[in-house]
Nanobody, 117 residues
Framework: QVQLVESGGGLVQPGGSLRLSCAASGFTFSLYDVSWYRQAPGKERELVAT???????NYAGSVKGRFTISRDNARNTAYLQMISLKPEDTAVYYC???????????WGQGTQVTVSS
């Protein structure tokens, strides 16, 4: 069974840091591009960061310089390191895996990130 499981969310003060993890199973993780999305209440889902199967990286302008996406193919896990967090980063964060050479597309269940004093 294909699974993506996010973890690492929680409550943090403005200026703090969190590291999100996305653990994959049931497919060949190394062949998939991985993205982090987020959705805040009342707002549209937003693409935050992408890391490709070839290790290329892209970030939304709102997080560039503060967030770092990475992957460890040996552990079938992707990460999102978030620093200098702001209240506007508050959202449910979702992991997505998309086949680089096929049309398969998988989603995790989401993890809540709340930035508040």
């Amino acid at each position: 069974q294909v699974q993506l499981v996010e973890s690492g969310g929680g409550l943090v003060q403005p200026g703090g840091s969190l590291r999100l993890s996305c653990a994959a199973s049931g497919f060949t993780f190394s062949l998939y591009d991985v993205s982090w999305y987020r959705q805040a209440p009342g707002k549209e889902r937003e693409l935050v960061a992408t890391i490709t199967s070839a290790d290329g990286k892209n970030y939304a302008g709102s997080v560039k310089g503060r967030f770092t996406i990475s992957r460890d193919n040996a552990r079938n896990t992707a990460y999102l390191q978030m620093i200098s967090l702001k209240p506007e980063d508050t959202a449910v964060y979702y992991c997505n895996a998309r086949g680089a050479s096929n049309r398969r597309n998988y989603w995790g269940q989401g993890t809540q990130v709340t930035v508040s004093s």
